[in-house]
C-alpha cells in the first residue's frame, strides 16, 4: 500500500537500533507505525515521506501485524514503549546518554525519576517538556548535550517531524517517537493489563479506559483494515 515496513523481529529490530547507536554517522529515526499514522501519510504527502526515509519503521499497532499477515508476513508487533525501554536497558549497560523531549513538566520529571530508580547507570543528560515554540532553542541544547538516545513524546505526527527536522542539525545519535509513553513511564497513565497486551488489544483497552481516545482510533483502524483487504483482493 505504498508504506515499507520493516519484517524483521523484535530481537532484530533491537539489535538494529544498537548499532545505529554504537556506530551511528548521522541521526537515525525510528518510526513506529499505527493505522493512525498511516491515515495521515495518506492525506499529508510530507508526513508519507518522512516514513519512507526513515531508517527504522516498526509495527507498533495490531493492525499493520494483521496487515502485514495477509500479506504472507508474520512479523511480530512491537510496541513502542517495549522497544524504548529496551533500547533505554541497553544504553544503560552501555553507558550511553539519553535525552527525552515531550509531554507536560510534571509528566517529564516523574517519568525520568522512575526511570532512573528502574534502570540502574541510565544517564539521562537532557529533558525538556513539550511546550515549547523554539525548536531551534531545543535543537541547539540537544547539541550541547550530545545524547546518543533521543526520545520524543510528542504526540504523531509532531514527533517525527521534530525528528526528521533534526537530522541536518544533531549529532549522530538514535532518535524514536515515542507518543504517550511518558504517561505510564511517569505513572499518570496505567497501561492495558498483559492480556491485554499479549491480545494486541492495548488499543481496546485505552480507548476504554480513555474515551477522548475513540475519536482517534475510529474510523482509522477499521478503514485501515479494509483497505488493507480491499487492496489484497484488487491485486
Known sequence: MGINIDGDNFLRSLDKAFGYINNSDKVYQVVTINPEMYAQAEIDSNFK???????????????????LKLKGQNADRIPGIDYARRILEWCAKNNKPIAIVGSKEEVITKAVNNLKKEIEGLNIVYYHNGYFDNNDKIYEELKQANPRLVLVALGSPKQEYFIYNAKNILPPCLMIGIGGSL?????????????????????????????????????????????????????
Open 49 to 67: 515521506k518522512i516514513i519512507d526515509e526513515a531508517e527504522i519503521v516498526v509495527p507498533d499497532g495490531i493492525g499493520i501485524k494483521i496487515a
Open 183 to 235: 504517561d505510564v513511564w511517569s505513572g499518570e497513565v496505567k497501561r492495558a493489563p498483559q492480556i491485554y497486551q499479549k491480545l494486541g488489544l492495548e488499543w481496546l483497552y485505552r480507548t476504554v479506559t480513555q474515551p477522548e481516545r475513540f475519536k482517534r482510533i475510529f474510523p482509522a483502524l477499521p478503514l485501515f483494515l479494509w483497505k488493507v483487504i480491499k487492496y489484497k483482493e484488487d491485486k
